[in-house]
């Protein structure tokens, strides 16, 4: 596996920031000495300060630019494929993924085609800087959800393996993970075999793609393998990985399913063990059943409070101030 570092600037060893900061510091009151017997510059308590403050900022980036290279060493990193459709729960997605303190790729649709206002087009600055990294594809026009999210993810899975990342854990951008703190343990149970996703039934060909963990060249060969069909063939996804897994002899850890394919939380071994939940599915099927609406710490309505295909005030009032009229209007009544 790679191993990435900085080294020292003596150029022996790694780099130890600390050690960094103490020769800066140190440098920092020669200079200081050197600008008062100059009387080049007025050494007031205010610059020492601001040149102090300097050299602790230059120090916290270091330390933060060697965090982000403990990320890549290690072997799975998060990729996580979404569109603007998803940019109300991107941020509650991301925020739980960052809980794992592994590389976090946000792969997004090339959305400037559809919209003429970037507001509308992305989630904030503010959220986006929650990846490690984000990918923007080229611009694809036709309509199928399949096509942009086979480009996102050959994208991707083609940026992780040339930084040298053997394993990857997908997730659609409209899903969490309540139980974060439990991610080392998934990748414990993938082992030595190839893939292992959250739903699989051999009986149907049907192997989840809404989330998955397991080695980046197999399903990299999956997303291109499968691509050339996309324009003709109906299949989905999930029933083209469910080909691809028998037609390729792939090595399965086999999940225990979800009684509702996550439509709403209903156990199995993703949700058991991560809190898997894909959000998007469960605010229309919540809506449809006429059950409690999902809770708001997932929403992200923007700073403008975007409307989501008007329940935007609907679910407030009913957040906020409990109006159950609110909620019968949501519901349809």
């Known amino acids: 596996m790679k191993k990435y570092f900085m080294k020292n600037f003596d150029g022996i060893g790694e780099f130890d920031p600390h050690a960094m900061y103490e020769e800066r ?16 510059v007025e050494v007031t308590p205010a610059l020492i300060k601001k040149v102090n403050l300097h050299e602790q900022n ?18 799975v990193a998060i990729i996580l494929p979404t569109h603007l459709g998803h940019r109300f729960w991107i941020k509650a997605c991301l925020e739980s993924c960052k809980k794992t303190e592994h590389f976090i790729m946000l792969v997004y649709d090339n959305p400037f085609w559809k919209v003429k206002e970037n507001s509308r087009a992305f989630p904030s600055s503010q959220v986006m800087a929650l990846a490690d990294s984000v990918v923007i594809k080229h611009r694809t026009y036709r309509g199928a959800v ?4 086979y480009w996102n993810m050959i994208y991707g899975l083609k940026v992780l393996k040339g930084l040298g990342f053997t394993h990857a854990f997908a997730m659609n951008g409209d899903c969490v993970l309540e139980k974060p703190e439990n991610f080392e343990k998934i990748i414990e149970m993938l082992g030595d075999n190839d893939l292992f996703p959250c739903q699989y039934h051999p009986e149907q060909r049907y192997c989840g793609t809404m989330g998955w963990i397991g080695k980046v060249d197999l399903m990299l060969d999956f997303f291109l393998k499968y691509l050339e069909e996309l324009f003709v ?3 989905t996804t999930e029933g083209r990985l469910g080909y691809y897994v028998v037609e390729n002899n792939v090595k399965l850890t086999i999940p225990e399913n979800s009684e509702r394919n996550f439509k709403l939380p209903s156990g199995g071994t993703w949700y058991d ?8 599915a469960e605010h229309k099927v919540r809506r449809w059943e006429k059950l409690e609406p999902v809770e708001r710490k997932y929403y992200d ?21 409990g109006n159950k009229e609110s909620l019968k209007a949501w519901w349809g009544k």
């Not at 933060?64 to 290690?74: E, F, I, W, Y």
């Not at 063990?273 to 998007?280: A, E, M, S």
């Not at 975007?306 to 906020?320: A, F």
Request: hydrophobic letters at 35%.
């Open 233 to 235: 063939y109906s299949r």
């Open 301 to 321: 309505f923007g700073p403008e409070g975007s409307p989501l295909s008007g329940e935007y005030k609907l679910l407030m009032d009913y957040w906020e101030n």
């Open 146 to 149: 399949g096509i942009c999210h």
């Open 58 to 75: 230059v120090f916290d980036w270091t330390v933060a630019d060697m965090k982000q290279v403990d990320k890549l060493n290690k072997k």
């Open 25 to 40: 510091k140190k440098n920092l009151k020669i200079k200081i000495e050197r600008w008062k017997e100059g009387n080049k």
């Open 273 to 280: 063990l991560l809190g898997f939940r894909h959000i998007h």
